[in-house]
C-alpha cells in the first residue's frame, strides 16, 4: 500500500563530495517495497523546489524502520537534500513504481552506471534468496565514481569499468569482457543513464537474453495522476511512474 | 455543526472542495492515501471520443512556484471510461464529473451524448481550454462564438449539470463568461493553465516537446483570484474556482472571491492528501468566524 508519510533524518553517509546515502526513520515502515520501487521525497526548505524529488529506494531496515536512498546531487533538490539536519521532518510518498521480475533460476547480470546502482542492494538480495548465481557489473568515469562495490559483493561477483582504467577494465560497461566468449547469464538487470540501457539492451537482444532497464524520466506526481512521465513502447505511452519504471526492454523498442 | 453543502448550477455537493481534471487520474490513484468519498466531487482526466497518446516525453517543467505540462489530453477514450473505469469508481460517495473534450464540436457532442445516457452521473465539465492540443481544445475557448457555439451543442445533448471550463488566455475572460452563460452553461470553472514555456539555456532548447505548455501552481494563482472574482461579479452562474490553491487558506480566498466550489489541482502532485486538509481547514474557519454555512462565504469579500 502506498502512504504519505514523516520521517526524520537519521544519517548521511558521504560517498565522495557529491553522492550520499540518506537515511530516514519513522514511527513505522511500510515493508512490502520491492526491488525498484521509489519514493517521491519532499524537499524541505527551499522554495523554488515545487515538486516532489523521484528518488529510487536503496534499502530498508523493519527493526529499525528506516528506509534509504543512494542520492547524487546533482540539482537543486538533490544538493538540498543533503544539507538537512540530522532529526529534521521529510515527507515521502512511498513505495512507488512496479519492480524487476526476480528469476527464480539461472545466472542473472546486473549493469549499472550513476545513480543506477540503487535498486541493486534489494534485487541482489533477493537474487541471493533464490540462490541465483549474480554478476554485478558497475561502471564509472573513475575509481571515484564507483560506489557500494563492497555491498554488492555480499551478493555475487562485482566486476567493474571505468572510463580511465582506474579501476577494472577500461571502456564502458559494454566494453567489458563479460559479453565476449561464453556468456551463459539468462537474465540482465539493468539501470543508469539511458544511452548506457540503450547499450546493454541492444546486447541483450543480440544475445537474445531478457534484460530488463528501470527508465528515470521526469515525474511530477510518481502515482499514475498526471501521465507527464510517459515512455514511448511498443504497445504505446506508457506511464513510467506506475507501469514502470522498470520496463522489458523489447517493450520499450531497443 | 457548520453546512458545508453548496450547489454548483443545480449540482449538489456535499462540500466544495473538489479535484481538478489532469491532476487526479481517475480518483483510484489516491485511494490509497484518503477516503475518496469525502470529497465534494472529482473532475476526472479528461475524455475524447478516441483512444490518445498525448503528446511526446518531455510533457514536464518544474518551474518557479509551480510546472508547465504538456501532456495532450492521453486517455482511452469515452467507451473505456464508461465501459471500464466508471464502474471501479462509481460505487465512491462523492460526485464523479467527466471533462469533455473534442477536436470538433460533432465530438464534442459525441461524447455528451454517450455519458448522457451513463446512469450516477450528474454533471460534466465542457474542457474548452486545454492548451495542449493542436486541434480543438482552447481554440474553442479562447474566442466567444466558438465557445458559444459549443456550449449551446452540448447544452441540447445533456440533461444534467454544464460546468463550462474556461481558459484564462484571453483578453477579456468576463465576455466569454456571459457568452457560456447564455448559452446554457449552469456554472462555470475557472481558470485552466496559463500557456507559458520554459527554456534550457545550456542546450538552448525548450524543456517540453511542445515548446509551449500549461502553467499551473501558486506561481498563478493571484491572477486566477482575480479572474474567479471578475466573473463572479459578471454573472449569475456559479463559479467553481481554481489555480494554485495549496492549502485551506487559498481555498477560503477563491470562495471569498466569489467561488462557490474550489478545485485542488497541482497540489495535489505534493501533497496526495492535500484535499482532505482542505476540506477540514475551510470547516473549522468557519467555526472560528461564526459562519454556519459554508455558502456564506461565497463572494463574501469585503472592499
Known amino acids: ?254 | 455543526m457548520v453546512d458545508l453543502k453548496v450547489n454548483l448550477g443545480g449540482l449538489q455537493l456535499k462540500n466544495p472542495v473538489t479535484t481538478a481534471s489532469g491532476t487526479f487520474g481517475f480518483g483510484t490513484e489516491f485511494a490509497d492515501f484518503f477516503d475518496l468519498s469525502l470529497l465534494g466531487g472529482i473532475f476526472v482526466k479528461g475524455i475524447t471520443l478516441k483512444n490518445r497518446e498525448g503528446n511526446d516525453y518531455p510533457r514536464m517543467a518544474e518551474t518557479a512556484s509551480g510546472m508547465l505540462n504538456a501532456v495532450g489530453l492521453q486517455n482511452k477514450g469515452i467507451d473505456y471510461f464508461i465501459d471500464s473505469i466508471y464502474p471501479e469508481i462509481k460505487h465512491y460517495n462523492t460526485e464523479i464529473i467527466p471533462n469533455v473534450n473534442g477536436s470538433t464540436v460533432e465530438e464534442y457532442i459525441e461524447v455528451t451524448e454517450k455519458i448522457n445516457e451513463v446512469e450516477g452521473i450528474n454533471a460534466i465539465e465542457l474542457n474548452i481550454s486545454c492548451p495542449n492540443v493542436k486541434e480543438g481544445g482552447m481554440a474553442f475557448g479562447v474566442s466567444c462564438p466558438s465557445a458559444i457555439a459549443v456550449t449551446e451543442a452540448v447544452r441540447e445533448c445533456f440533461d444534467g449539470t454544464l460546468i463550462v471550463k474556461l481558459s484564462p488566455n484571453v483578453t477579456d475572460i468576463t465576455e466569454i463568461a456571459k457568452g457560456v452563460e447564455g448559452a446554457g452553461a449552469d456554472a462555470v470553472s475557472l481558470v485552466n493553465t496559463f500557456l507559458g514555456m520554459a527554456i534550457d539555456a545550456q542546450t538552448r532548447k525548450p524543456l517540453l516537446s511542445t515548446i509551449t505548455g500549461g502553467l499551473s501552481g501558486p506561481a498563478i494563482k493571484p491572477i486566477a483570484l482575480r479572474m474567479v472574482w471578475q466573473v463572479f461579479n459578471a454573472v449569475k452562474i456559479p463559479v467553481s474556482g481554481m489555480g494554485g490553491i495549496m492549502n485551506a487558506t487559498d481555498a477560503i480566498e477563491f470562495m471569498l472571491a466569489g467561488a462557490t466550489s474550489i478545485q485542488i489541482g497541482t497540489a495535489n502532485f505534493i501533497d496526495p492528501q492535500v484535499s482532505v486538509k482542505v476540506i477540514e481547514g475551510i470547516e473549522n474557519y468557519c467555526k472560528d468566524n461564526g459562519f454556519d454555512s459554508v455558502t456564506d462565504l461565497v463572494g463574501a469579500l469585503e472592499v
Not at chain 1, 571515484?144 to 555491498?151: C, G, K, S
Not at chain 1, 569499468?161 to 559479453?179: L, N
Open chain 1, 1 to 254: 500500500m502506498k502512504h504519505v508519510q514523516d520521517f526524520k533524518v537519521k544519517t548521511y553517509r558521504w560517498l565522495n563530495d557529491e553522492n550520499y546515502i540518506l537515511t530516514l526513520q519513522g514511527e513505522s515502515l511500510e515493508t512490502e517495497i520491492l526491488p525498484g520501487n521509489f519514493a517521491e521525497i519532499r524537499v524541505p526548505g527551499i522554495a523554488d523546489v515545487f515538486l516532489r524529488r523521484p528518488i529510487s529506494i536503496l534499502d530498508f531496515n523493519p527493526t529499525e524502520n528506516t528506509i534509504s536512498f543512494y542520492i547524487k546531487a546533482i540539482g537543486k533538490g538533490t544538493r538540498q537534500l543533503g544539507e538537512l539536519q540530522i532529526g529534521e521532518t521529510i515527507s515521502i510518498v512511498y513505495p512507488l513504481g512496479n519492480s524487476y521480475s526476480v528469476v527464480e533460476e539461472g545466472k542473472a547480470l546486473l549493469v549499472g552506471g550513476g545513480s543506477g546502482i540503487a535498486p541493486f542492494i534489494q534485487l541482489g538480495r533477493e537474487l541471493k534468496k533464490r540462490n541465483i548465481q549474480t554478476t554485478f557489473l558497475i561502471g564509472g568515469r573513475t575509481k571515484n565514481d564507483v560506489f557500494l562495490t563492497d555491498e554488492f559483493s555480499e551478493f555475487g561477483e562485482v566486476l567493474v569499468t571505468t572510463e580511465d582504467g582506474s579501476r577494472g577494465e577500461k571502456g564502458f560497461v559494454t566494453h567489458h569482457s563479460v559479453f565476449s566468449g561464453d556468456f551463459d547469464f539468462n537474465k540482465i538487470y539493468t539501470c543508469g543513464p539511458d544511452p548506457m540501457m540503450k547499450a546493454i539492451a541492444k546486447i541483450a537482444g543480440e544475445k537474445n537474453i531478457n534484460c530488463e532497464a528501470s527508465l528515470e524520466n521526469m515525474m511530477a506526481c510518481g502515482i499514475g495522476a498526471c501521465l507527464c512521465c510517459v515512455t514511448p513502447t511498443v504497445n504505446g505511452n506508457k506511464v513510467v511512474c506506475t507501469e514502470g519504471t522498470v520496463f522489458n526492454t523489447k517493450e520499450l523498442g531497443w
